[in-house]
């Protein structure tokens, strides 16, 4: 069951990065990729800064916060002269 969670959340997470970085999500399948590696890099970067979520809620805050920064990293390798994206 709490696979179904990480799913669900890495969707939502991967949805919303993407709405907040680049104005729309890239679909399912990228967005629970993004949400889900998003998932780790912000619970490693938390973990780092010493800040502890909790719950549903905390997850997703973490993911989305996680999910923004891979999206943030993605774009610093991004072409500078292809905006097309």
Known sequence: M????YILIGIIAGFVAGKIMRGGGFGLIVNLIVGIVGGVLGGWVFGLL?????????????????????LWIVSLFKKPGNNNA
């Open 2 to 5: 709490n696979f179904l969670w």
């Open 50 to 70: 010493g800040i502890a979520t909790t719950g549903i809620i905390g997850s997703l805050v973490t993911s989305v916060i996680g999910a923004i920064l891979l």
